[in-house]
């Protein structure tokens, strides 16, 4: 059985740092490529970030480049999102999401605010 566990949100003034992890089970997570979304109140579902099996590509949203890094550690099938400078328009719930199996994780909610 698949699973995705996000770990990390909370609560960060603008301009503050954050990381996320998604602890994921039931699957050779090196095999698979994973990918972090979020959604705001009120807003759709939208992507973030992008890593890749094997060399570990990494792609992002144009709203979060040069701010959020997505990294992954095989070892312990998990995966990470590193978000500094961090703004308003980046509260949401992030989730995240492994394609192939068409799996989501419950959720971590960020909240920037003063």
């Known amino acids: 059985q698949v699973q995705l566990v996000e770990a990390g949100g909370g609560l960060v003034q603008p301009g503050g740092s954050l990381r996320l992890s998604c602890l994921t089970s039931?699957?050779?997570?090196?095999?698979?490529?994973m990918e972090w979304y979020r959604q705001a109140p009120g807003k759709e579902r939208e992507f973030v970030a992008r890593i890749s099996a094997g060399d570990g590509t990494t792609n992002y949203a144009d709203s979060v480049k040069g701010r959020f890094t997505i990294s992954r550690d095989n070892t312990k099938n998990t995966v990470y999102l590193g978000m500094n400078s961090l703004k308003h328009d980046d509260t949401a719930v992030y989730s995240c999401y492994v394609e192939t199996f068409d799996t989501w994780g419950q959720g971590t909610q960020v909240t920037v605010s003063s």
């Open positions: 039931g699957f050779t997570f090196s095999y698979y490529a």
